[in-house]
């Protein structure tokens, strides 16, 4: 599983490694993974290579210089160009330099009395750049709050528009550490070398896509022990978390998912969920709405009732929402009067209110997309997708329930508690997800994960990775209708856990 820690975190963590320490060691340590990525980047071609070094204050531009001068030991034209010259740091300017590393700085006041040597112009910066196989982003360390300084602006741009490999020096300079928010202009890199542990912002959305390829280097945190902020589930993770029957399971043994979606206007919700519901491991499905005859014609194996469902009989958990055009509420009363847990999406989110869920004795989950998500809290669309993390947690605790908030980056969120819960990010997927009726899969995939036994944080990570999965499997670059994803999420469960089966 990986695991990312806050700003806060990181830094006593830091602290306390500084203090047993020699002086310096830490900086060596991440100067050194720094630059051993950076070989590999350049596929080990680091003699004669042309390396730019984007350098702003303190210690992220120490952590640069030093890297610089290690390529430049091993023979790599490296060009360092400080953005604050008066603050720069002392000792890895110095490395550089007596390892044949040129400075180029702009014209600040004192710049010339607070670096000694070959001071010229900003545009000898955007020439440098232009002719650079590598560029290290050293401008903003994860401290940094509220995108890019304009004076960092155009030299960022240049590297961009050069061609050449931007590597980020523990995240992309402009993005926010701890949430992953972008405020203006940021670095796009191709890679981002980060330290110790991950940042959550780089797992997850709009920063996720600015990080590129994010590698991990250690340099002697200890974090064991210390709860994560942000998590995300790997391969061997989901497949500890998938239900596998045993010899003395029957199909009740395993669970039934009680899915109430679908309506005369739209079946196909009613087909695609229980579709999904198929896939997810209960040993059966009843079905409750108008789509039967939909259902039934598709998947011959469903249980089928035309009454309400406090009348369809013993479930292990609910699935209500998609594509119920009307009579919502009613059903969905009776959904959260059970004892089981709910998975709330779609429609049925419009209709939800906070006290009756807060009042379950049983867990609820609500999956609502962006636009959703902002109708229940009172917000701006863009707010949402702007803190994903921030948005799903204010929803969790607004409704006391679990939230999957679905988008670029899927986050799931638990409920408040007594306990440190750190949120799940979900590592996979595709943008041909963002298909009609995708959703609806992956809500009764969830729901039957949930019927076969995982705790709800549980069902709706792991849910999400299938489902993600599945349709980068069946997408392989090309559209995919949300009836293809059905299909991919057989494919992600055998990936995951083998093909030997039971």
Same mark, same amino acid.
């Given at each position: 599983?990986?695991?990312?820690?806050?700003?806060?975190?990181?830094?006593?963590?830091?602290?306390?490694?500084?203090?047993?320490?020699?002086?310096?060691?830490?900086?060596?340590?991440?100067?050194?993974?720094?630059?051993?990525?950076?070989?590999?980047?350049?596929?080990?071609?680091?003699?004669?290579?042309?390396?730019?070094?984007?350098?702003?204050?303190?210690?992220?531009?120490?952590?640069?210089?030093?890297?610089?001068?290690?390529?430049?030991?091993?023979?790599?034209?490296?060009?360092?160009?400080?953005?604050?010259?008066?603050?720069?740091?002392?000792?890895?300017?110095?490395?550089?330099?007596?390892?044949?590393?040129?400075?180029?700085?702009?014209?600040?006041?004192?710049?010339?009395?607070?670096?000694?040597?070959?001071?010229?112009?900003?545009?000898?910066?955007?020439?440098?750049?232009?002719?650079?196989?590598?560029?290290?982003?050293?401008?903003?360390?994860?401290?940094?709050?509220?995108?890019?300084?304009?004076?960092?602006?155009?030299?960022?741009?240049?590297?961009?528009?050069?061609?050449?490999?931007?590597?980020?020096?523990?995240?992309?300079?402009?993005?926010?550490?701890?949430?992953?928010?972008?405020?203006?202009?940021?670095?796009?890199?191709?890679?981002?070398?980060?330290?110790?542990?991950?940042?959550?912002?780089?797992?997850?959305?709009?920063?996720?896509?600015?990080? %590129?390829?994010?590698?991990?280097?250690?340099?002697?945190?200890?974090?064991?022990?210390?709860?994560?902020?942000?998590?995300?589930?790997?391969?061997?993770?989901?497949?500890?978390?998938?239900?596998?029957?045993?010899?003395?399971?029957?199909?009740?043994?395993?669970?039934?998912?009680?899915?109430?979606?679908?309506?005369?206007?739209?079946?196909?919700?009613?087909?695609?969920?229980?579709?999904?519901?198929?896939?997810?491991?209960?040993?059966?499905?009843?079905?409750?709405?108008?789509?039967?005859?939909?259902?039934?014609?598709?998947?011959?194996?469903?249980?089928?009732?035309?009454?309400?469902?406090?009348?369809?009989?013993?479930?292990?958990?609910?699935?209500?929402?998609?594509?119920?055009?009307?009579?919502?509420?009613?059903?969905?009363?009776?959904?959260?009067?059970?004892?089981?847990?709910?998975?709330?999406?779609?429609?049925?989110?419009?209709?939800?209110?906070?006290?009756?869920?807060?009042?379950?004795?049983?867990?609820?989950?609500?999956?609502?997309?962006? %636009?959703?998500?902002?109708?229940?809290?009172?917000?701006?669309?863009?707010?949402?997708?702007?803190?994903?993390?921030?948005?799903?947690?204010?929803?969790?605790?607004?409704?006391?329930?679990?939230?999957?908030?679905?988008?670029?980056?899927?986050?799931?969120?638990?409920?408040?508690?007594?306990?440190?819960?750190?949120?799940?990010?979900?590592?996979?997927?595709?943008?041909?997800?963002?298909?009609?009726?995708?959703?609806?899969?992956?809500?009764?995939?969830?729901?039957?994960?949930?019927?076969?036994?995982? %705790?709800?944080?549980?069902?709706?990570?792991?849910?999400?990775?299938?489902? %993600?999965?599945?349709?980068?499997?069946?997408?392989?670059?090309?559209?995919?209708?949300?009836?293809?994803?059905?299909?991919?999420?057989?494919?992600?469960?055998?990936?995951?856990?083998?093909?030997?089966?039971?």
């Amino acid at each position: 599983m990986r695991t990312a820690h806050r700003v806060e975190t990181v830094r006593a963590a830091e602290r306390e490694a500084m203090a047993r320490l020699p002086e310096g060691a830490l900086m060596q340590r991440a100067a050194a993974g720094l630059a051993a990525a950076c070989a590999d980047v350049l596929e080990r071609r680091v003699y004669g290579a042309r390396v730019v070094l984007l350098v702003g204050s303190g210690d992220n531009g120490g952590d640069t210089l030093y890297a610089g001068a290690r390529l430049a030991r091993r023979g790599a034209g490296v060009t360092a160009v400080l953005l604050a010259p008066e603050r720069v740091h002392g000792g890895g300017l110095a490395a550089l330099r007596a390892a044949g590393g040129r400075v180029l700085t702009g014209p600040h006041d004192g710049a010339q009395g607070a670096v000694e040597g070959d001071v010229v112009g900003r545009h000898g910066a955007h020439e440098v750049l232009a002719r650079a196989d590598l560029v290290l982003d050293g401008i903003v360390g994860i401290g940094g709050r509220g995108g890019l300084r304009e004076e960092a602006v155009p030299l960022v741009r240049a590297a961009r528009d050069s061609g050449a490999v931007v590597v980020a020096v523990d995240l992309p300079s402009g993005v926010d550490a701890d949430t992953g928010e972008v405020a203006g202009e940021c670095v796009r890199a191709d890679v981002t070398v980060t330290f110790g542990t991950y940042k959550p912002g780089l797992l997850v959305d709009p920063a996720r896509s600015r990080a %590129g390829v994010v590698r991990l280097v250690d340099i002697g945190l200890d974090l064991a022990g210390v709860p994560a902020d942000v998590e995300a589930l790997q391969h061997a993770d989901v497949a500890a978390l998938l239900p596998v029957p045993d010899a003395e399971s029957d199909k009740y043994r395993r669970g039934v998912v009680g899915v109430v979606a679908g309506s005369a206007k739209y079946p196909g919700a009613a087909v695609l969920c229980v579709g999904g519901a198929l896939r997810g491991g209960a040993g059966a499905v009843r079905y409750v709405g108008r789509g039967g005859d939909a259902v039934l014609a598709r998947h011959p194996e469903v249980l089928v009732h035309d009454r309400s469902p406090g009348g369809a009989g013993r479930v292990q958990s609910w699935v209500i929402g998609p594509g119920l055009d009307d009579g919502v509420t009613g059903a969905l009363d009776e959904v959260l009067a059970s004892d089981v847990p709910v998975l709330v999406d779609a429609d049925a989110l419009g209709a939800l209110d906070p006290d009756a869920v807060r009042g379950r004795g049983a867990p609820t989950l609500l999956t609502p997309h962006a %636009g959703e998500a902002a109708r229940l809290l009172g917000v701006a669309r863009e707010e949402v997708e702007a803190g994903r993390l921030d948005a799903a947690r204010r929803l969790a605790a607004l409704y006391g329930a679990t939230v999957l908030l679905k988008g670029s980056t899927t986050v799931v969120a638990g409920p408040p508690g007594g306990d440190h819960r750190p949120v799940r990010v979900n590592p996979t997927g595709t943008p041909w997800l963002a298909t009609a009726g995708s959703g609806d899969v992956l809500a009764g995939l969830v729901g039957s994960l949930l019927a076969a036994g995982l %705790g709800v944080v549980d069902a709706a990570s792991a849910g999400a990775y299938l489902h %993600g999965l599945g349709a980068r499997l069946v997408a392989r670059g090309v559209p995919v209708a949300a009836g293809d994803v059905v299909e991919g999420v057989e494919l992600a469960w055998r990936g995951i856990t083998g093909p030997s089966g039971v």
